[in-house]
């Protein structure tokens, strides 16, 4: 095989691999945000189970003025969670699941403000293992504004929401 023939072949493969991508990527990402809120979700329904209990109670107690206490809000963060994780596998309700996620997002920031002693190490440049696991949410919330790019709401389903 000649070189110029290997070249083409190479390049009709990498053709037929990025249509495939252009046609399956979304519903990857998609599905595969959703596992990941389902899986996080379920874990918290399991008292010393996840590894983002504490902070979670701590910051929804917080950001609460201590009103709710973990024992009432991980339940419920378990089945926010769960929700997002449904909605964006079932497609349904999409619009109503991604702003669910953009608000369960900004809960999950909270803690790089609200417990900076515990989420950075020496400077904001420096994060610990915890705020590590709250800053890699980025990628997660970036998935949920790619998702969310291709969402049309008609009015009639504005007042479906009503």
């Known amino acids: 095989m000649k070189a110029r023939e ?3 072949a190479m390049i009709k493969t990498e053709n037929k691999a990025i249509e495939w991508k252009a046609r399956h990527g979304l519903n990857i990402l998609r599905v595969s945000l959703g596992l990941i809120f389902i899986w996080f979700g379920v874990l918290k329904f399991f008292p010393g189970v996840s590894a983002a209990e504490v902070i979670a109670g701590r910051t929804i107690e917080k950001l609460t003025f201590g009103l709710i206490l973990p024992p ?3 339940p419920v963060l378990a089945v926010w969670e769960c929700v997002i994780g449904l909605g964006l ?4 309700w999409l619009g109503l699941t991604l702003l669910l996620l953009y608000f369960q997002m900004i809960g999950t920031f909270l803690p790089l403000v609200f417990f900076p002693d515990e989420t950075f190490a020496h400077s904001l440049f420096v994060p610990t293992l915890l705020g590590q696991y709250i800053i ?3 990628v997660l919330l970036s998935g949920g504004v790619v998702i969310g790019a291709t969402v049309k709401i008609r ?3 504005i007042e479906s929401y009503l």
């Open 155 to 157: 009015n009639t389903d």
């Open 72 to 74: 009432v809000s991980l």
């Open 6 to 8: 290997m070249i083409s």
């Open 136 to 138: 890699k949410n980025i």
């Open 89 to 92: 596998i079932s497609k349904k």
